[in-house]
């Protein structure tokens, strides 16, 4: 069974950059979706963006063109690269695995998920 650990998380000012990934274990990752989700205190977890088997990558409209999905199959990794943070982009990622027909904005249609990983933008 799939297992997915996320890394990259921490403390950055607002108008900084990080890049998180998510490495994952097991089998068949080229054939997954990997989604990223994020959840702030005292919200709801919500999509932030996903990258399909085929390469083709989703976004929430809060994040398109400052945060940019990619993966690399020969790594079994996925990355969310955040530019231009800002205070709001605070909260718990999550990476997330699905079949290769998950509905990749509905976070109860993925299968595997990593524990979190924190993010902190500071004003």
């Known amino acids: 069974q799939m297992q997915l650990v996320e890394s990259g998380g921490g403390l950055v000012q607002a108008g900084g950059s990080l890049r998180l990934s998510c490495a994952a274990s097991g089998r068949n990752f080229n054939t997954r979706a990997m989604g990223w989700f994020r959840q702030a205190p005292g919200k709801e977890r919500e999509f932030v963006a996903a990258i399909s088997w085929r390469y083709t990558t989703y976004y929430a409209d809060s994040v398109k063109g400052r945060f940019t999905i990619s993966r690399d199959n020969a790594k079994n990794t996925s990355y969310l690269q955040m530019n231009s943070l800002k205070p709001e982009d605070t909260a718990v990622y999550y990476c997330?695995?699905?079949?290769?027909?998950?509905?990749?904005?509905?976070?109860?249609?993925?299968?595997?998920w990593g524990q979190g990983t924190q993010v902190i933008v500071s004003s």
């Open positions: 997330a695995a699905g079949r290769p027909d998950t509905t990749v904005r509905a976070s109860s249609t993925y299968e595997t």
